[in-house]
């Protein structure tokens, strides 16, 4: 038997934004908590979304009301928590008569206006467009409505330092080998994922939120047999350079019933997506395809005067969401792929979550999370924090409603922009905007004590300062040039081949002298 290791509370495995908000509610509850994560945090499906924080208009077609409420009212309580990362995003609807009547579209405005309480956001109208605009000329008539955007992958980190800073320990790039229960707590053996260290931990409550991997976790490292099993979704997103000048954001109606949302990104470019294929396989390998790309082209060129085509794909990337099997709904029964585009009824799987809880008397209680999405993360937490709490009777209670993420406290975009101008007056205008989005008043972690631009070190370029790279490394778990450069940033746009070879030479050689990862 091996030797029992650290005793903690609570160990989370999946460091996915489902998995940081569970660490982050129960570390505030007063818990030891530690979260592993075999990859960097945010490396599969929670940085693979199409960053939008919406309660699912398209839900409606599905009933999924309880849902959409939900989301709908969680929208407005995370646009309030996070409001560096997250902001209000309005929608342009184009209607086309042939695939859904304008009654069927004021009918769901109108319950996405009010199934919840709404305060920051402006409700929905009816708009025409003129010939003027981004879309072609038959298309005239259509509807406007609000959303917000979300920086997902900044989410999960930011989920993970409120964490941390309640006492919780976090451990990307470690793998969970085995789990095992033993006289009344969970035996845990954890592997460096680069180093193949072993460590051991002890725990008195397991949770699985390892998301795509959340079934296939009890054949590998838990010994009993997965409670449901999942589907596995493929969600596909291509980048091009912007090809409308709006601030809006489009979700386009397409023949075989799916949206396409067309969503301005990173100033300077245009996010489409999502794609919903059925996918087998290891989810860390997914990618986009060739016929996925086209689809989406044909979507957006259907609906706009700018035209794209594959060449202008500037960046791409694929996600899988673990859905619930619909075992309950034969309705919603698979189908086959038609065209190598869209998987017949993928789009119909329910988005909602559902926990198992596996607690036999006098041993320690195993809950596994299956489902989700990005915008009841904070709510799933409350509950799966919830459901253990009767095996820690001294927990707190649930604290995580109107809690501010790190670097959230301030008013506005504006009021925080002018202020970091005020103060770092050298900082360029693309800086403070980028700084103000990504770090709120984070950034005066590595901006405090400089007083020029040179004192922010080495540019690897887009801004990204040699100061920045080191906070991002010591404060943010950053470990690779990727974990940078697309997770915590989106500046993989912006920077030469030569440039992330540079930056990641750098990163490399720090690692050499930190004695050891987080």
Known sequence: MPATGKTVDVIVIGGGVNGVGIAMDAAGRGLRVMLCESHDLASATSSSSSKLIHGGLRYLEQYEFCLVKKALAERELLLNNAPHIMWPLRF?????????????????????????????????NSIRFNAGGPLVNDITRGFEYSDGWVDDARLVVLCAMAAKQHGAEIKPRTRCIKAERQQ???????????????????S????????????????????????????????????????????EAYILQNSDQRIVF???YEQHFSLIGTTDVDYEGDPSLVKIDGAEIDYLCQVVNEHFKHKISAKDVVWSYAGVRPLLDNESHPNQARQPARSGQQQGQAQNTTRDYTFSLDAPDGEAPLLSVFGGKLT?????????????????????????????????HFSNHQALSVALASQYPWLTEAMVSRFVRSYGTLCHHFLHGCNELAALGTDF??????????????VEWAYTADDILWRRSKLGLVLTTEQQERLQHYMQTKQHCMPAKQ
């Open 92 to 124: 342009r609807l184009p209607h086309q008569p042939h695939l859904r009547p304008g009654w069927m579209l004021r009918i769901g405005l109108f319950l996405y206006d009010n199934l919840a309480k709404r305060e920051r956001l402006p409700g929905s």
């Open 184 to 202: 009344g707590f969970w035996q845990v053996t954890l592997q460096d994922s680069d180093t193949g260290t072993i460590e051991h931990y002890r």
């Open 204 to 247: 008195r409550a397991l949770i699985n939120a390892a998301g795509p991997w959340a079934s296939s976790l009890f054949d590998e490292v838990i010994a009993l047999p997965a409670p449901k099993q999942l589907r596995l979704v493929k969600g596909s997103h291509i980048i091009v350079p912007r090809i409308h000048d709006e601030p």
């Open 262 to 264: 067309v969503i301005p």
């Open 376 to 408: 009841t993360y904070r709510l799933l937490a409350e509950a799966a924090t919830d459901a253990i709490s009767p095996f820690f009777p001294n927990s707190k209670p649930a604290w995580t409603k109107n809690a501010t993420l790190p670097g959230g």
């Open 461 to 474: 370029g887009g801004g990204l300062s040699q100061q920045e790279v080191d906070y991002l490394m010591d």
